[in-house]
């Protein structure tokens, strides 16, 4: 029973990672930068929930307000960060990206207090059910299934639209897409758009799951999902996703049976290392 | 003469296309071999696999006596298989000089070692000066290879080869981009090269190039060698004729 | 020279050798670390198991040195595996292993680290001109390899790989130099560490040590010896100077990185010298 237990509880964490990397992969597709930065879009998504849902009491609102707060502040860190340094090589704006997140993370210090905010009301995160034996609280299972929603969303708008197929055709070739008539700039405002409103939404879930919110939150999961998307061989979002639910399930039996020998944030990193040695394009990547 | 280099068998794939499928020929010292043929041909691809850059998937490459189908590239150039790329690739952070002053200085760089070791430029400044000289660079030497035109670039490329002290060179389409002036001059500068010493194995599309400087042709069409033997005899052949015509 | 002045003159010499070292790796060789704690906390954590064994202190900064250069070795080894763009991504998740590893070691402390680790046998006096001796060695070694073939190679294959390779230099043997050379430097500054803080916690060597070291490199000038070695006293005397400087430390690190990147990518010494300074 254990053992289904770990799995469940893997791929419920892996559909979170999931939401966080997929973000963090569209950038890098489009513009080969580690958008280290996602980690403060984060946190920022679970501060507006949280404050917004203790403000007007609904958390629906808390977490729209978190999507659409986490969307524009994408944007900006696109047009204002990253835009102006393009040109240079690939060091360059990830040393920014590396700034900016300080930033953000001593700015929520300032703002909201080093010592973290509740969610006012919040009984989900204890309330639970029982499925076949394993017990899964409601924010659980709200993360599977909002990542599930938005995920596959997201697929049949790629898949299906104009729009999406040009999306999808940036990410894979830029220039070629370019000379079909697609606008690259409009595409990098769209994964800017998407990919942050994922992970604000993300972060909102983390801050009712741990009922907690703080702001150095956004590290642990961003950094792992930075592994995520070199697991899933960077750039690549089928990649991605399947790499987030793998890691989650590692980290899940990690945890356990590693538990005296590495902490929880290390078997992440460790599975990377690993997998590196062996495959060094990555679990699903091509050389 | 005698056999300086020689590939046996060379095959490799892409995707489960053959760019080469068994390709052997041999060079001999001090003579310039010319290796032909129609685009994707694989030229490009048996050159890389003679320089190390790429493993065959079968087959071997021997050069001078030595089977070195194992060897990576920068221990094939330490043995004097030197290599030029297509695409010209100068370090755009070095002047010009520098460019060729590293690879003058190749003892100095043969290990980290004797890099740490020594300080001095002087000799390898000297002996870069005298290459770029030779190739015409003489008065770019402080410039860099940002601002040079492209003649200019293809030339730092085969100075900064021939700096290594090569004993074969191999050179991937040196004229390609070239106004016909220009690659004339490049191409006497290549023609002098078997002369001092340096063996060349030269693919260019270049044709009235080629008939002008090489001593022996080889043409390769759809990775196999199609034909092979001094420049008028080949080009006589119907079916090269039929290779280039069929394809351009 | 007070105890003040000599405890100030240990930390910057301890960051500065920390700060060349990655410099060696990062700004001569062109490998991007994001985990250069992880090496300065194996030179720290050998150096302290060893000294409370009973070791004298040249024995204990010998194997802390060898130790973090021999695993900075290891590392290197993924460095000429996986593309450019993972090795940023490896390198912190090195970072993350390391404290990970050391947090559930009961013979290592744990969470606590180790305290009580005996003296160098210095007053704090003498121990703080010893640190700064290495440091002076550190920089020298850094404008020795700079001018250097080997500090040329380096750059070489900094700039291209691939044309690096044509003109016959053995590409991983250099990276892994650089990676030896940087790490085990972290290495000594970690065994110095101990001996001056007499206590080590596993937070000291964390993701934001290896940022606030990178940010040291990057504003002075990634590859300047002079640049890095300027910003790295600045930075370090930084929370000195006043209360606020010590609260927004952080806060004032992100805002230089991204203020520094977007108008002088060369960082200090990029707006002095315009190419490639010594
Ligand atoms: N890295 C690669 N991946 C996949 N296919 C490749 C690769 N390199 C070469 N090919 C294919 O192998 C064949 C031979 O290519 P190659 O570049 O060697 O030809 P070439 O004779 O040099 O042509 P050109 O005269 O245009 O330079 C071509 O069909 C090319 O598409
Ligand atoms: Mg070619």
């Keep these: ?207 009712l799951l741990n009922n907690y919110v703080e702001p150095t939150m956004g590290g642990a999961v961003s950094y792992k999902a930075l592994a995520i998307v070199v697991l899933g061989g960077l750039g690549s979002v089928r990649g991605t996703l399947i790499a987030s639910l793998v890691l989650g399930v590692v980290e899940s039996f990690g945890a356990i049976y590693l538990a005296d020998i590495f902490d929880r944030d290390a078997i992440g990193f460790l599975f990377l290392i690993v997998v590196l040695m062996v495959r060094p394009q990555g679990l699903l990547g091509r050389r | 003469m005698s056999t300086l280099g020689r590939i046996d068998d060379l095959h490799i794939s892409f995707g489960g296309v053959a760019a080469a499928n068994g390709v052997s020929f041999s060079v001999e010292r001090g003579e310039l071999l010319a290796l032909i043929g129609p685009n994707g041909a694989g030229k490009t691809t048996v050159l890389r696999m003679v320089a190390g850059i790429l493993r065959p998937d079968r087959g071997r490459v021997f050069f001078d006596d030595h089977d070195v189908t194992a060897l990576p590239a920068h221990a094939r150039v330490r043995r004097g298989l030197g290599f030029t790329h297509q695409i010209v690739r100068p370090f755009y952070g070095f002047s010009t000089i520098e460019n060729v002053m590293l690879a003058a200085g190749h003892d100095r760089t043969a290990s980290p070692w004797r890099a740490i070791a020594g300080r001095s430029r002087t000799k390898a400044r000297q002996k870069a000066q005298a290459f770029l000289d030779r190739f015409g660079l003489g008065a770019q030497a402080e410039q860099s290879p940002r601002t040079l035109p492209l003649g200019q670039r293809k030339r730092l490329e085969v100075a900064r080869a021939i700096a290594l002290e090569p004993k074969l060179l191999l050179l991937d389409e040196p004229l390609a981009g070239l106004s016909s002036v220009e690659a004339l001059a490049v191409a006497d500068l290549i023609r002098a090269l078997p002369g001092q010493g340096v063996t060349i194995v030269l693919v260019e599309h270049n044709l009235s190039e080629v008939l002008r400087v090489a001593d022996r042709l080889v043409v390769l069409d759809a990775g196999k060698v199609l034909a092979e033997g001094a420049p008028a005899d080949v080009m006589a052949r119907a079916d090269v004729r039929q290779a280039y015509t069929g394809v351009l | 020279m007070s105890a003040y002045i000599a405890s100030l003159v240990s930390v910057i010499g301890i960051n500065l050798i920390l700060a060349l070292g990655l410099n060696i790796i990062t700004g001569f060789c062109g490998q991007v670390s994001l985990g250069h704690a992880a090496f300065y906390g194996l030179g720290a954590y050998t150096a302290a198991y060893l000294a409370k064994l009973g070791a004298p202190l040249p024995l204990t900064l010998l194997a802390g040195t060898a130790m973090a250069g021999a695993i900075g070795i290891v590392v290197g080894l993924t460095s000429l595996r996986v593309r450019h763009d993972f090795l940023a991504v490896t390198t912190m998740g090195i970072g993350f292993v390391f404290l990970g590893f050391v947090r559930k070691q009961k013979w290592l402390g744990g969470e606590l680290g180790i305290s009580g680790i005996p003296g160098p046998g210095l007053d704090a006096v003498p121990y703080a001109l010893l640190i700064a001796a290495f440091a002076m060695a550190v920089a020298a070694l850094s404008l020795w390899i700079k001018l250097s073939w080997m500090g040329f190679t380096f750059d070489a294959v900094a700039d291209d790989e691939d044309a690096a390779r044509t003109v016959g230099v053995n590409v991983s043997t250099y990276k892994l130099t650089a990676f030896g050379i940087g790490t085990a430097l972290a290495g000594t500054a970690g065994g110095l560490y101990v001996y001056f803080a007499r206590i080590i916690l596993p937070d000291t060597f964390d993701f934001v040590q290896s940022i606030a070291v990178l940010t040291m490199v990057v504003i002075g000038g990634t590859g300047s010896v002079w640049g890095v070695f300027a910003s790295t006293i600045a930075l370090t005397l930084l929370p000195e100077v006043s209360r606020a400087a010590a609260d927004y430390r952080l806060l004032i690190f992100g805002a230089m990185l991204m203020l520094v990147m977007r108008f002088s990518p060369g960082g200090l010494a990029g707006l002095v010298h315009r190419r490639r300074p010594a």
């Excluded at chain 1, 509880?9 to 999931?18: D, E, N, R």
């Excluded at chain 1, 340094?85 to 210090?109: D, K, N, T, W």
């Excluded at chain 1, 709200?142 to 299906?160: D, E, I, K, N, R």
Aim: proline fraction near 2%; aromatic fraction near 12%; hydrophobic fraction near 60%.
């Design chain 1, 1 to 207: 029973m254990l053992f289904a237990e770990l799995i469940v509880k893997g791929l419920v964490y892996g559909c979170m990672y999931a939401m966080m990397a997929v973000g963090l992969t569209l950038v890098y597709g489009l513009l080969r930068i580690l958008h280290i930065a996602h980690a403060g879009v984060f946190a920022l998504g679970a501060y507006m929930a949280v404050t917004v849902t203790n403000a007007t009491g609904s958390l629906a609102f808390g977490f729209v307000i978190a999507a659409a707060v986490s969307a524009v502040a994408g944007i900006a860190i696109y047009r204002l960060a990253y835009q102006p340094i393009l040109h240079h090589s690939a060091f360059v704006p990830m040393v920014v990206s590396i700034g900016l997140f300080i930033v953000m993370q001593e700015g929520f210090r300032l703002i909201f207090g080093a010592y973290g905010i509740a969610f006012d009301d919040n009984p989900w995160y204890v309330a639970h059910v029982d499925l076949a034996g394993i017990s899964l609280t409601y924010v659980e299972i709200a993360m599977v299934v909002m990542s599930v929603v938005l995920l596959v969303g997201f697929g049949l708008f790629a898949g299906l639209t104009r729009a999406g197929i040009g999306w999808r055709a940036t990410v894979t070739d830029p220039q070629m897409a370019t000379s079909f008539g697609v606008d690259p700039v409009r595409v990098r405002y769209l994964n800017f758009l998407f990919g942050s409103a994922l992970a604000g939404i993300a972060g909102g879930l983390v801050g």
